[in-house]
């Protein structure tokens, strides 16, 4: 499914955390000034060789459980058109909490490739709630709307999440039902932000599952070597951004020192 999208294997998708949107607790910014800062840092990983953008709004912290409401959506929709407008690559959205329905519309509305989504198969226990499973009810909603280009990207043991309740269940298992359930790709993360998978469960998922399997977490400079042969693609958030946290701007210098070195595993 990713060569579709992507003119490179083993995609890198540089990740736009988008400001606090409106009505959220930390929002200080309109609508247009958000999306003036996403463009700008679409503009940043276009010219540093970047394969794929994905948008997500990690700054709505605390997060609303798997529904959002409108002017999120509508704010999501707007930003999702301006990068993939500026940037001219394949763009994808997450939207937190699991609201994986709503990351749908938008995907379809604002002409984006894929979506992240959390909760795709079995339940897990998030700083949220209950995340249920979505599956049934997310392909139902794509088909309904005609979105069935729009990819989904499903995480497996998702970060931030205890996944005490389905213990029994091993990683690559997971992933076989996400494979099973008619996703896309799977996405493996560490255990939280910043934090690289286990590279033993990267090699499990892609040992039973068929789908492209990639890294949701903690890839950087410094590892992407040890992940490089075992992964179909990587989403790279913090490593990319100043001083390495997830909740600076872009910095150009470290996405040009990833990509340079990607390329020479490329070549």
């Known amino acids: 499914m990713l060569t579709s999208l992507f003119n490179n294997t083993k995609p890198i998708i540089g ?44 700054h709505d912290v605390p997060y609303l459980r798997a529904k959002v409401g409108p002017e999120i959506v509508a704010a999501m929709a707007v930003i999702g058109h301006a990068v993939k407008a500026e940037s001219r690559l394949p763009a994808g959205i997450q939207i937190l909490a699991g609201a994986n329905i709503e990351a749908m519309a938008v995907a379809h509305s604002a002409n984006l490739d894929f979506i992240r989504g959390e909760g795709y198969a079995f339940a897990h226990v998030a700083d949220e709630g209950l995340i249920q499973s979505s599956a049934a009810e997310l392909l139902r909603y794509r088909r309904m709307i005609g979105a069935d280009r729009v990819q989904v990207w499903a995480d497996v043991k998702k970060k931030h999440s205890s996944h005490a309740i389905t213990a029994d269940i091993s990683v690559s298992a997971t992933a076989e039902a996400v494979e099973f ?15 690289a ?11 039973h599952c068929r789908l492209p ?48 070195v990607v390329s020479q595993f490329r070549s």
């Open 15 to 58: 990740v736009i955390h988008v400001g606090a949107l409106p009505g959220t607790p930390a929002n200080t910014q309109t609508v247009a000034e958000i999306t003036a800062q996403a463009v700008q840092e679409a503009a940043i990983y276009r010219d540093c060789g970047i394969d794929g953008i994905i948008i997500e709004n990690m």
């Open 181 to 195: 359930m008619r996703a896309d790709a799977v996405i493996v993360t560490g255990s939280v932000t910043g934090d």
């Open 213 to 260: 399997v990639l890294l949701g977490s903690g890839v950087d400079v410094n590892n992407i070597a040890e992940f490089y042969g075992a992964s179909d693609g990587f989403i790279v958030g913090s490593y990319f951004k100043v001083d390495g946290h997830w909740a600076n701007a872009v910095d150009a210098n470290r996405v040009e020192i990833l990509m340079n």
């Open 197 to 207: 998978p286990k590279l033993e469960d990267v090699r499990e998922v892609k040992a």
